[in-house]
């Protein structure tokens, strides 16, 4: 049986602890609050960042003369006309000064001659992207943090947390409702703010680069509790994704950083280079930019001159051993081990789920339109428009998360009293608590059965025919998943787990799902083959609410949005 709820006030509540949530927890505490940081994992190992393996993008200048305006410029020009102007400054603008403070936390930036190194990536006009090296970047990025929430006087950390609901009062958002998965308890956490930092979605998809968290909680989350998002039909697919052969123990995302080295050539079943059939001059160089890569790479297959597997070759063959290890470092080793030797054969790579444009809509405070919520990192929506440049993710979590944390202790400060959720979180806590009810049903089963609808028909090309399949196929789902929670209430039971990703996979899918039907057009990540060309006429971000269980769409700026809401 599930246990008695439990309770828990602080002044600034973090959802999500990736690069967002703790930079956001840091900031909030230095600026004098009590915080408590909760997870629905274990602190700073739950979602994308700690995987990250690439760069991060910051015009330091250090190696080419840089300004955070031309990396801006870059921003934009990826995005296809529909970044928020604000969003895309704080970003850049506010980058160079938190990858500083990273170094300065001794994260291991890659240097050269003493100075912190710099690579370029598809979409930056120069060497922008800094990165910890041979795969580290995720991985030190998360402990450095670790390591400074760790430090912070005033930050309380619970892992095994799953936030389930926003709790609402007549006024404001007052705190969240949480499944302690440890125990099967209920929890109602009261503060005077709160910030969504729980990262993307890209869970939804059959082939994905996310961790079991990136579900789309916090779009779900915030739509349920009366907030706006933006851009939801914009889903990157990493175009260069591992295909074959079977490759143990490494990150299917892999290959990127090495391509920044070492170029690196893509080629079709025949052995061609491609991409100059779709408009690049990639040919020999890394110079694509996701969205064109992808649909370069499915064009091909479709055509019928994809890999063996459907994807495209990615060869290094043109390169010396020695020049393979120096660029390589140990991971060669890992390579070795899964008997890829790259002087002797190229390998199979094919777009994947990868990160999400879209999200929670907010301003340039990171304050969304409920007053009292705040979101940060990959959770927010409208910062890269409809396509992100390489290593734009990492550094929006680290400067979205620390502006937040700023924002939501300067709320917290003019707030005397502490809310008291205990009204408000009752729905929530009650479903938590709920036993059983309802057929048997194979949640396990049902997330597969999501992702492959996804995957197959609201993937990287998608037509009206597709979707309008999804949208059935989803509502079949969402019909069988029914409105309480299964599993018994215990500690660790995976079945309710499941229920409430569900829960929230299934509304965040059909969001993504309507607003790719509503947008008939092409714009960076969305491909309609209904609607190839771009619509001058569809250079606006789409918002999504949710009314009456029905989601609504509407065509506006999220930047007219969030100023009107100030
Ligand atoms: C494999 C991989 C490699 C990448 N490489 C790069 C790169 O090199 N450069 C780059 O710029 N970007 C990269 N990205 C993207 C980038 O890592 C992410 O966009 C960024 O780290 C997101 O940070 P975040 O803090 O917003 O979310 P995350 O790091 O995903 O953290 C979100 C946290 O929220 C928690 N959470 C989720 N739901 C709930 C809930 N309901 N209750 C409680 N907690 C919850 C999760 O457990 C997780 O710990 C990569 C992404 C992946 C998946």
Request: glycine letters at 10%.
């Amino acid at each position: 049986m599930p246990r008695e709820p439990m309770q828990a006030t602080t002044d600034v509540l973090v959802i999500g602890s990736g690069a967002a949530g703790m930079y956001a927890a840091i900031e909030a505490a230095r600026a004098g609050s009590s915080v408590m940081l909760i997870d629905r994992s274990l602190i700073g190992r739950g979602g994308a960042t700690v995987m990250a393996q690439m760069t991060v993008a910051v015009a330091l200048g250090v190696q080419t003369p840089d300004h955070w305006t031309y990396h801006y410029r870059d921003t934009v020009a990826a995005g296809r006309g529909l970044c928020s102007g604000p969003l895309a400054q704080l970003l850049c603008e506010d980058a160079p000064a938190c990858i500083e403070e990273m170094d300065r936390f001794g994260v291991g930036w890659a240097r050269r001659d003493g100075r912190i190194a710099q690579a370029t990536a598809p979409g930056h006009d120069r060497a922008r992207c800094v990165y910890v090296d041979f795969l580290n970047t995720g991985p030190a990025v998360s402990k450095t943090l670790r390591g400074a929430v760790n430090r912070s006087a005033g930050i309380r950390k619970a892992g095994d947390l799953c936030v389930v609901d926003l709790i609402r009062d007549e006024a404001r958002i007052i705190g969240a409702a949480a499944l302690h998965l440890g125990s099967g308890a209920g929890v109602m956490i009261s503060a005077k703010a709160t910030i969504i930092a729980t990262g993307g979605l890209t869970r939804l998809y059959q082939r994905n680069s996310a961790s079991a968290n990136m579900g789309g909680d916090g779009c779900a989350l915030a739509l349920r509790a009366g907030a706006s998002l933006a851009d939801m039909e914009f889903v990157q697919f990493f175009p260069i994704g591992h295909l074959a052969p079977r490759l143990i123990g490494m990150d299917p995302i892999m290959w990127d950083p090495f391509r920044y080295k070492l170029g690196g050539r893509l080629l079709n079943g025949r052995m061609e280079e491609f991409t100059s059939r779709y408009g690049s001059d990639e040919d020999g160089k890394y110079v694509l930019t996701r969205d064109l890569a992808s649909y370069a790479i499915l064009k091909e297959v479709e055509a019928g001159r994809g890999s063996p597997h459907g994807g495209a070759y990615l060869s290094f063959q043109h390169c010396s051993g020695e020049t393979l290890r120096a660029a390589f470092g140990p991971v060669i080793d890992r390579l070795a081990a899964n008997a890829i030797d790259l002087t002797r054969m190229p390998v199979e790579v094919a777009p994947i789920a990868h990160y999400h444009m879209g999200g929670v809509v907010a301003d340039a405070t990171m304050a969304t339109e409920l007053p009292g919520l705040f979101v940060a990192g990959e959770a927010v929506g409208g910062a890269n428009g409809a396509n992100r440049l390489s290593g734009n993710a990492i550094t929006e979590a680290l400067a979205f998360g620390r502006r937040a944390g700023r924002s939501a202790a300067a709320l917290a400060r003019t707030i005397k009293q502490q809310p008291d959720g205990a009204m408000a979180s009752r729905a929530a806590l009650d479903l938590i608590g709920t036993c059983g009810g309802g057929c048997a049903i194979n949640t396990a089963e049902m997330i597969k059965s999501l992702q492959a609808i996804m995957e197959h028909d609201v993937g990287a090309l998608r037509s009206e025919e597709m979707l309008v399949h999804a949208q059935t196929r989803l509502a079949h789902l969402t019909d069988e998943l029914g409105e309480r929670p299964r599993g018994d209430g215990e500690a660790f039971d995976l079945e309710r787990l499941e229920w409430f990703d569900l829960r929230n996979m299934l509304l965040v899918a059909r969001t993504v799902t309507e607003a790719a039907l509503a947008r008939r057009e092409s714009r960076g990540a969305h491909r309609r083959e209904d609607f190839p060309a771009t619509d001058p006429a569809w250079a606006q971000n789409q918002i999504a609410r949710l009314k009456n269980e029905r989601i609504v769409l509407s065509a506006a700026l999220v930047d007219t949005l969030t100023t009107a809401a100030q």
